[in-house]
């Protein structure tokens, strides 16, 4: 059975090679203030830095989910108040969460299928942090980099945060201008649930120490950004943390670099490319964002004349899962996963299904 | 290489059986959404329930870890003031998670190696939550269950959280008295660490409901235990979980189960004997905990006239790894674990190589 569903995933071709290597090296019982720990978590932090161009200004975090980074980012860099790109199901999470830990929240809100553009933001003056979502997996939607970027040159005295849980490692972020911005694996890594990864900078650090020492405010006990920092500066972390999964989260991006990060990036356009293409000429759907520059390359989101269990029952047949529509959605939309861990052959066959069946 | 370290472990034989299950099913892919991830979940919680004999007053919840659990309990149990009992490193870091959030906390301390009775403990009035650890994994004291529950009978308007994150499922507690209980899976039920497992029953449930109502008091907002109540009733989570762990930690607790928990409780003691009989008579080596009634069944902690290190040196040319003291213990102590991953054969050839080199 191949996996286009949006998350979990496909896993990673070469996962069950690195499992088993995890295994036959019984890493699974070495102590995490080991050197083999602190060996394997450097390699893994090393590997990450360089698929994603990220300065030694950032930190690499290793928490329980991205959910989990979401409450850290808001504990740790806001005292009082937050702004919020709101266009789907993820990103308004984001703005719940923030609610939930009594902050001021301000938002910026279009429909689920509509995206942003730089030059329409206006972020309001006490807001401490603008909180972007690269790609809103419920709706299909992306935000250009350059838009991302054009927020941080508005606005530099405000941390910058970006969401691309589900399209890591494929935006390309300069860190110059992301101040934070985190994913979890079982996306576009291809790796099953459980670790969520943040890239963290000095700025951060410095505004969670400042609210640290505030005795009316908490910035968390658990998964603290000032112990995070600590433990990470000597390639540990604070409690015992998912061993199996960072070690192969490592090798999987050691393997992403073999094949470069401007390939792996040009063929997830490609891809996209193909799915798009299908959907566009084919009378039975549509894409569900129309502007081609906002359409996500990494979550194909379709409208569907036919009700989307008989397209996902039917593909299924031929040994294809596809995802459903997200929330009020589900059965008028299909959601197609994109990601390294399907090749191009295996989109081709896909399309190719999808043109034979409907 | 046989590990007898106290966490990360040994990993339970049948380990790999499940895991090659797991990845022959495909449960890697599978949506945390679906029927196929609900009835995994629900299995889990069923082969918990019946090892630990946990009534339906209590809900069981996974999270990222037992660290994570600690944050939870104190975010959405404690209003203002916890009691602490402090005996060693994780009792005194459960202490210090509450400082941190901001909670006035109380503390009833010993040195390193010291147990606690019920009949010595006063809890003051205001404190909401009597924490206690039921084995100090950091100095091999374990606290007797009838201990734990002297504390219930005579406090039985307070909260009774207890960690046994180092010997679950040793500990026959008795949830009428016990509110809420803990564990991580790194250590007795030998898998990789990744996951934390809540026992919490529905009054901590009325706690966080009626917290969460307070304007300038947050309970937390990913993972707070409202949310992740109203999910397990539905045989899901809020954020999307480490499948694999919960999948592994199902078929591990069914394994448990067939074997029967008196007789894995019986063969902890009888292990444990085996150890404690040759630490007596050796020369070499003494109990770090002297009264036997307090000595830990699960991590057995030794000081040794050798230095730690000559001692697991030596031990780990004959294939066998066992662990150092804590803190600054760390080279005049040694930490032996003894879970169910490690049988009475292997417990009686680490005592008998122990025997020959020393």
């Known amino acids: 059975m191949t996996f286009f569903t949006p998350g979990p995933a496909a896993l990673y071709p070469a996962f069950e090679k690195h499992l088993k290597s995890f295994m036959d090296r019984q890493l699974g019982s070495i102590s995490h203030r080991s050197q083999a720990y602190r060996d394997l978590h450097q390699f893994t932090v090393e590997q990450l830095r360089t698929l994603l161009s990220v300065p030694d200004t950032h930190q690499i975090l290793f928490l329980g989910s991205a ?4 409450e850290r980012i808001l ?22 969460y923030a609610d939930a830990l009594r902050k001021y929240t301000h938002g910026f809100e279009k429909p689920m299928g509509e995206g942003f553009e730089a030059t329409e933001i206006t972020v309001p003056e006490y807001a401490e942090i603008i909180c972007a979502t690269h790609n809103e997996t419920s ?63 000095e700025q ?38 998912n061993v199996m999964a960072i070690y192969i989260l490592g090798k999987i991006a050691e393997d992403f670099n073999r094949i470069g990060i401007d390939t792996l990036r040009k063929e997830t356009e490609h891809k996209a490319g193909l799915l798009y293409n299908f959907i566009k000429k084919h009378q039975n759907f549509e894409a569900s964002v129309k502007e081609p520059r906002l359409q996500s390359q990494t ?33 008028s939309q299909v959601r197609i996963a994109n990601f390294p861990a399907t090749s191009v052959a295996q989109t081709d066959g896909l399309v190719k299904a999808l043109e034979r069946l409907f």
């Open 75 to 96: 504990l740790n860099c806001v005292e009082h108040e937050s702004f919020h790109l709101v266009n789907g199901s993820f990103s308004q999470k984001f703005r719940d």
């Open 67 to 70: 959910s989990e980074i979401w």
């Open 299 to 331: 979550v194909v989101v379709a409208n569907t004349k036919i009700d989307s269990s008989a397209v996902i029952g039917k593909l299924k047949e031929k040994g294809m899962v596809i995802g459903s529509g997200y929330g009020e959605f589900k059965s």
């Open 139 to 201: 709706a299909g939607v992306q935000m250009q980099v350059a838009d991302i970027h054009k927020l941080k040159t508005k606005y530099p005295d405000k941390l910058l945060a970006v969401d691309m849980v589900s399209s890591a490692p494929y935006p390309a972020l300069d860190y110059g201008l992301v101040d934070t911005a985190f994913f979890s694996v079982q996306k576009a890594f291809g790796m099953p649930a459980g670790l969520g990864v943040w890239i963290v900078n």
């Open 204 to 241: 951060c650090l410095s505004k969670a120490e400042r609210l640290k020492q505030y005795e009316n405010l908490t910035i968390g006990a658990h998964h603290d950004l000032p112990t995070l920092w600590k433990f990470a500066q000597k390639h540990e972390t604070p409690a015992t943390p």
